[in-house]
């Protein structure tokens, strides 16, 4: 089990696309920085839809996308860290 960490916009990056291509059916997403910005694209939003997807709840503040963003899945950073514990490995892209 793998916890992708995904720090770049996908509209400025091609990280949650490569990202996508090597995620297995039990890994987690978590997109962090500008990474969190990606859910403002409807292409995206309709990609992760179907994952397990978790956010940065400061990222999330930090950009003023709580509204936008309130239906997803938002961690704190120490619920980040419990995160990373609970997974075998963390590829940040």
């Not at 999330?60 to 996308?65: H, P």
Request: aromatic content about 6%; some cysteine; charged content about 20%.
């Amino acid at each position: 089990m793998i916890l992708h960490v995904v720090q770049h916009s996908a509209a400025k990056d091609n990280a949650l696309a490569t990202c996508l291509r090597y995620l297995q059916i039990q890994d987690t997403v978590m997109l962090i920085g500008d990474g969190v910005n990606s859910l403002l694209l409807a292409k995206w939003r309709n990609e992760l839809a179907k994952l397990n997807l978790c956010l940065l709840e400061q990222d999330v503040i930090a950009r003023g996308l709580q509204q936008h963003l309130s239906d997803y899945r938002q961690l704190s950073q120490a619920e980040f860290v419990e995160l990373t514990l609970t997974h075998a490995k963390v590829i940040t892209w």
